[in-house]
T-cell receptor
Framework: EDKVVQSPLSLVVHEGDTVTLNCSYE??????LLWYKQEKKAPTFLFML????IEKKSGRLSSILDKKELFSILNITATQTGDSAIYLC???????????FGTGTRLTIIP | DAGVIQSPRHEVTEMGQEVTLRCKPI?????LFWYRQTMMRGLELLIY????????DSGMPEDRFSAKMPNASFSTLKIQPSEPRDSAVYFC????????????FGEGSRLTVL
């Protein structure tokens, strides 16, 4: 059975700190890894990673994939209160379209 | 585009009652997914459709759950009879490109079964 595990489960930091969120996966015929941000309602897409070692970056957020060690990290620098959310990691595999999600990391930024 | 539209936003019902959740995907998207989210288990895929055809329903918990997609712009998830353990937020999501994995989620239907 495909599995995605995220750590930590929750994290509380002060505004301005840098955080690293972790995601490991065990997926048959792995295709891609995705990061989503969920604030109060629906998850919204952040990144999709398919190749090892290539960093994806969007503003203060960046992510990288290691297909040998089967994990990904999401970094957020100079955190702001608006970064408070649940960050979800998901993996896909070849042959179907479904995403297997981790349980998420709940990030809280204290002003 | 209005995005993925789900209804109702909130539903409170009593055990044993039938519950129907509805979803309108983004126009032109050809894949539709139903997920359930709980604190304990996170986001779990229940079923997904491609071009209105159910592709994988292995995540549907049991026979009490059923889903249909009669056309490209509408899907329903039905629970009959409902039980307290079905209480969760049910998300519908759609996607355009089966190769990107990028899903567009609705705002969810929060179900409480008493």
């Amino acid at each position: 059975e495909d599995k995605v595990v995220q750590s930590p489960l929750s994290l509380v930091v002060h505004e301005g700190d840098t955080v690293t969120l972790n995601c490991s996966y065990e997926v048959t015929n792995f295709r891609s890894l995705l990061w989503y941000k969920q604030e109060k309602k629906a998850p919204t897409f952040l990144f999709m990673l398919t190749s090892s070692g290539i960093e994806k970056k969007s503003g203060r957020l960046s992510s990288i994939l290691d297909k040998k060690e089967l994990f990904s990290i999401l970094n957020i620098t100079a955190t702001q209160t608006g970064d408070s959310a649940i960050y979800l990691c998901a993996a896909t595999n070849f042959g179907n379209e479904k995403l297997t999600f981790g349980t998420g990391t709940r990030l809280t930024i204290i002003p | 585009d209005a995005g993925v539209i789900q209804s109702p936003r909130h539903e409170v019902t009593e055990m044993g009652q039938e519950v129907t959740l509805r979803c309108k995907p983004i126009s032109g998207h050809n894949s539709l997914f139903w997920y359930r989210q709980t604190m304990m288990r996170g986001l779990e895929l229940l079923i997904y459709f491609n071009n209105n055809v159910p592709i994988d329903d292995s995540g549907m918990p049991e026979d009490r759950f059923s889903a249909k997609m009669p056309n490209a712009s509408f899907s329903t998830l039905k629970i009959q009879p409902s039980e307290p353990r079905d209480s969760a937020v049910y998300f519908c999501a759609s996607s355009l490109n089966r190769n990107t994995g990028e899903l567009f989620f609705g705002e969810g239907s929060r179900l409480t079964v008493l």
